[in-house]
């Protein structure tokens, strides 16, 4: 008899702010809710104000490509690629900075993205190569996005194309605006990230 592995979640928390943010907050939130459902499942916590990550220049791009057509993963700047590659499923949360999300989420992006490891190209098309089933995007801003928020719309794609094929989003908007009442739009966006969590909980059940 085969024995079941438990689920293993990658949380990437792209939160500069650390305890006093609001958008981490209501990452714990979706966090605990999925956690009353799978007890059993591994988080796997990426802060990645703490992991070093640089961008990348030119020397590490050549060096990276050759690693790659090698398929050597053991430089230690493949360390995130690594673990988004074997998540069953990864939520991110960032707060809206400059009409997307702070930079180092994009530099975490950039260790994600690797040939043979997390996609791979088909003819000129990437496949991506995650074996996650679900991915959650948690985000607050200050103003109402009006259907201009980019940082969500961008790690939609990301996910998408390295093979995560289901997205969730929840954001809590309009907090730092003089009109809003935030403690009110963060408990509507609690509510809003529970359901989600639900629906994750279902997803990695079967
Ligand atoms: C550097 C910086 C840039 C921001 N840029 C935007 C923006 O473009 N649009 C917006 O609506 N709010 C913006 N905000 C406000 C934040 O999105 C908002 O306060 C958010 O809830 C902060 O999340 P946190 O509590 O998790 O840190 C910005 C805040 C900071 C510190």
């Known amino acids: 008899m085969t024995e079941r592995r438990c689920s293993e979640l990658l949380f990437v928390d792209a939160c500069p702010r650390g305890p006093r943010s609001r958008t981490l907050a209501l990452a714990e939130a979706f966090l605990s809710r999925l956690s009353q459902h799978l007890p059993d499942l591994r988080i796997r916590r990426h802060t990645l104000t703490e992991m070093n990550l640089q961008p990348s220049d030119a020397a590490w791009l050549i060096r990276k490509d050759a690693l790659c057509d090698r398929r050597d993963w053991t430089d230690e700047r493949f360390e ?71 940082g969500t719309a961008y790690i939609r794609d990301v996910m998408t194309t390295l093979g995560i094929p289901i997205f969730e989003s929840v954001a809590a908007e309009g907090l730092d605006l003089l009109s809003s009442d935030p403690a009110q739009i963060l408990a509507g966006a609690m509510d809003e990230a529970g359901k989600a969590a639900d629906r994750m909980a279902e997803l990695l059940q079967h």
């Open 80 to 150: 995130a690629a690594l673990a988004f590659r074997r998540a069953d499923a990864v939520v991110i949360a960032a707060p809206y900075w400059d009409l997307s999300f702070p930079a180092i989420l994009k530099t975490w992006v950039e260790k994600i993205w690797v040939r043979n490891l997390t996609f791979i190209y088909q003819g000129d098309q990437p496949i991506g190569l995650a074996r996650g089933k679900a991915a959650a995007y948690i985000t607050t801003s200050g103003s109402f996005l009006a259907g201009h928020d980019w």
